[in-house]
Every structure is written in C-alpha cells, then in structure tokens.
C-alpha cells in the first residue's frame, strides 16, 4: 500500500499514554492559592541565616515569620531551570529531568529492615545500605540508589555520610542522598567530589541530588532550610520535599493539602534562587491522608496517587521537574496487599509524568524498608515502563502488506516481519510466570513470593558492582574519619 494513503495534515501522537488529574485552570489555582498563603500567612523560619536572606530579597520578616510578596515567589519559579540532568558516577548522562522522562527508584531513612534472608524485621546497618546500593545496581529498571534504612552501627549524626559511603562504592547510578545537617552535607560533597575528580567537575556532572526535607505546615527547621542554601551555594541540585499528611498537617480536602505542599516548597525555591538564581530546585511530594483510624501517614491510600498525580501536575505547570512516590504500601509482609499497593501506585505514577519516583522498597507505612518489594517492583515497573512506551504507528507497524500477504484464516509465526519485531514490542517477564500448569508444577510450583526471595538473594551473593579505584577508597575512608573526629570533638564539648 502506499506510504502517501497514510499522509496525514496536522497528524496527532500519542506517543506515551498520560493521565492529568488536573486542568491548567485547577494548577493555576492552587499555585495562585499557595502564593495567596505565603504573601498572606507567610511561614515560620528558624535559620538566621535563611531569614536575613529573606529580608534583602524583599520579604517582609517579623520574627520568625516571613511574609512572600508574589513578584518574588513568581521570579523564583521563573528563574529555576526546567530540565536538569544527572549523571551517573562515571560521569554519563543518564537521568534527564525533563517533560514526561520517568525514573524509579527506592527511598531511604526506614527506622527498619526486613532481612531478605531470616525475614526477620529488624534494626539497618550499614552493610544493609551496601546492599541496597548492589541491589539498585542490578536492577534494570531501578535508575537510582537510595539508603533503604538509616544505618544504626555508626556514629549516630554521621549515619548520612556512612550511607553515602556505602551507596558511592556499591553502584555506579546516580544517588539521591539526604543529611541531617550542612556539616554532613559538606561531607558528602567533598566524598562526591573525589569520585567526580573535582568539584567543578561534580557541578558540570552531578551524579547525586541531595535532599531536604520542611515540617509542614509552613514551618522550616534550620536543618532543612540551610540545606537548600548550601545547595544553591554549592550550585548542586536539591529536592526539597514537605510531608504532607491531609487532614493532619493539612486540610483534609485534596486542594488545601495540594497549596499546603506546594506553599512549603516554594519558601525552599525561593531561598535558593536568592541565593543563585537558576540553582537547580525539584519539586518534592511526599503527600498523602493521615489514617484517621490509625493516625499512620499512608503509603498504600489511592489519595497518594491520587494527590502525587496532582502535584505533578502543579509542577510541570510551574516548569519544575518533580519527585514523586510509589511503589510502596502499608502492608508488613510481602503479601497480596503490598502488591496491589505497589503496583496501583507505579502505574499512577507513571502515567503521571513525574520526573523521578522513589519509595519503591516502602513497607508498613515507610517504617520499613525491604529489597525484596525493590526487587518486585522492578517487575511491576518494567510492566509499567512497556505501557508507557504506547504504540508506534507508521506503515511497518501497521503492517498491512504483511496481513495481505498470510491472508485469511493464516498465521504470523513463520513471517520475518514477527522475527523482526516480537522482542522489542513484547514486554518480557522475569518473575511472573507464564508458565504452563505441569511446567510450573516441574519448576517448584513456587509462588511470586518465593521468586523474589530467590533472585534477591541471588543479586546479594553474586552481582559484583564496578569499584572505585583503591586511592579513590583511601580519600573517602580519610573524609569519613575526619568527619568522625569532628564529631568526637563535638560530643565532648556537649558533655562539658
């Protein structure tokens, strides 16, 4: 047939299929909502340094309360940058934080860990973080590394720079990494910085974001606004995320709750482009109900989806790239529940938009953090990732000449055309079982359960991460104990 039968004018795609919980007229109104909150109700700074940076930008201060005027909340949002790419630790571009580009990933700071060998639901240790990060690393469809859990056998307040050891010399992804303070901040940095070969070189190639996190509503500790300083002072990307619980920390209608979050991120926008303007910023959302018969923040509710969808949309309105969540629950086993959880919130996710989307190794409300859902996650998602990749229609595709040619009551089996396009047009499976009955039954007759049990255990004691080099090892070993000595020195004055 020929090609010019198909010539369309002013032919639509639909390259990737995509959802919007929101018009542009409902994103302009809870931007303009939150911008109304902070120019009128303002929110509460406990920096000093954050609040002198306020008042020359034009903000009214009084106390602790800063007020935004609107022309300054709406050049922040002008002058962050639409696109930022993160490298991976060689230095490649591999994460393009930009329209619909879709990366998964875990999360990190779980109080526990369930061991993916006893099962037992227990304290992290650094050694879990290493495994996390060998995990990530083998995974197909994990794009990044995070902690799984907040390593207990370490010097408490260096449990972040502990973690980034771990996770710098275990996989070569880029990282999304959190601190509890600048100090350990700098630490990090200074560590990237020798993998990277130099500061300028870790700013023109970034392989790790760092993260904050505010206290919703409308209250900013120092911890987290001076991390958005010193990113924006180290031109490096920051993702500074509110957490926020509808009907607790915020109203209990999905609107209020979506201005609560995007009103608290942009006290931390505006901080760091006063500090240099077009600093790279990424929307933060961690945002979901409270469980009024629990109290828990709930990761496996449909109004996490349902609300995350929505700040997406905020954010690609605002032009900003965003953090998103998914691939977690509330379950506490690795169960049909975490499941539908999971993969209900991957697929909302995805067709979302959102830039990156971490939590997926999240259990029982985020107090637990398991390589196992990663690893079942990374099934769901591959899934995911093949409907998001749509239907390619052209003349080959359409393949017309082919459908004449077997003709009616034929087959395609035998034809070059299937040979030449079954692999990339068929997702393929490597925990769900496709199997016939009896073959099944010969394999093990093993549940989805017991599959990823298996392959998590088998990544662990095989998958081998590229290393550093032994001087690269020897300089971070060399920052991780100065930054223990520092430490030392701070505890014994606090005894004093």
Request: hydrophobic share 40%; proline share 0%; charged share 40%.
């Given at each position: 047939m020929a090609k010019s039968q198909y010539v369309r004018a002013n032919y639509e795609v639909n390259a990737t299929p995509q959802f919007s919980v929101l018009s542009r007229d409902q994103c302009e109104a809870i931007y303009l909502g939150a911008i109304e909150v902070l120019e009128r109700t303002g929110a509460e700074i406990h920096s000093e340094e954050a609040l002198a940076i306020f008042r020359r930008g034009g903000c009214w201060v009084d106390g602790n309360r800063v007020r935004f005027p609107s022309?300054?909340?709406e050049w922040a949002v002008r002058t962050a940058p639409s696109r930022i790419v993160i490298s991976d630790r060689n230095g490649k571009r591999t994460m393009f934080l930009e329209w619909q580009n879709v990366y998964y990933g875990p999360g990190p700071t779980n109080t526990f860990t369930l061991d993916p060998f006893t099962g037992e639901r227990r304290r992290p240790t650094k050694a879990d973080t290493a495994r996390a990060a060998i995990v990530a690393d083998a995974l197909p469809n994990i794009a990044y590394a995070m902690d799984n859990g907040t390593p207990m056998d370490v010097t408490p307040t260096l449990a972040d720079v502990h973690a980034f050891q771990a996770l710098v010399t275990n996989t070569t992804k880029p990282i999304i990494h959190w601190g509890f303070g600048v100090n350990q901040y700098q630490d990090i940095v200074d560590i990237a910085a020798v993998v990277a070969g130099g500061t300028k070189e870790l700013q023109q190639r970034p392989f790790f974001i760092l993260y904050a996190e505010s206290s919703p509503p409308l209250r900013h500790s120092a911890e987290a606004i001076d991390k958005a300083i010193f990113t924006a002072r180290n031109n490096l990307p920051c993702i500074y995320t509110p957490c926020v619980l509808a009907g607790g920390v915020a109203p209990a209608t999905m609107a209020g709750a979506l201005v609560i979050a995007v009103a608290d991120f942009l006290v931390g926008l505006v901080a760091g482009q006063l500090v240099r303007e077009g600093s790279p910023f990424i929307m933060g959302g961690l945002i979901s109900i409270m469980d009024m018969s629990s109290s828990i923040l709930s990761y496996g509710a449909a109004e996490l989806s349902l609300l995350s969808a929505a700040l997406t949309n905020v954010a690609r309105y605002m032009g900003l790239p965003m953090f998103s969540t998914a691939g977690c629950g509330d379950a506490k086993v690795i169960d049909t529940q975490l499941a539908i959880e999971a993969a209900f919130s991957i697929l909302a996710a995805g067709l979302s938009g959102a830039n990156l989307i971490h939590d997926c190794n999240y259990m029982e409300y985020g107090a637990t953090g398991s390589l196992e859902l990663m690893v079942m996650d990374d099934e769901i998602i591959g899934m995911v990732k093949r409907i998001l990749r749509g239907i390619e229609v052209n003349d080959e595709t359409l393949a017309v000449d082919v459908i004449d040619r077997v003709g009616p009551g034929g087959h395609f089996?035998?034809?070059?055309?299937?040979?030449?396009?079954?692999?990339?047009?068929?997702w393929w499976p490597t925990l769900i079982?496709?199997?016939r009955y009896d073959e099944w039954k010969m394999n093990g007759a093993k549940t989805m359960g017991q599959r990823?049990?298996?392959?998590t255990q088998r990544i662990i004691n095989e998958h081998q991460p590229e290393p550093l080099p032994d001087k690269v090892l020897k300089e971070i070993q060399a920052i991780i104990d100065r930054a223990e000595a520092r430490e030392a020195v701070l505890k014994t004055k606090l005894k004093k």
């Open positions: 022309r300054l909340v089996l035998g034809e070059e055309h299937t040979l030449a396009h079954f692999r990339e047009e068929f079982s496709r199997l990823v049990k298996e392959k």
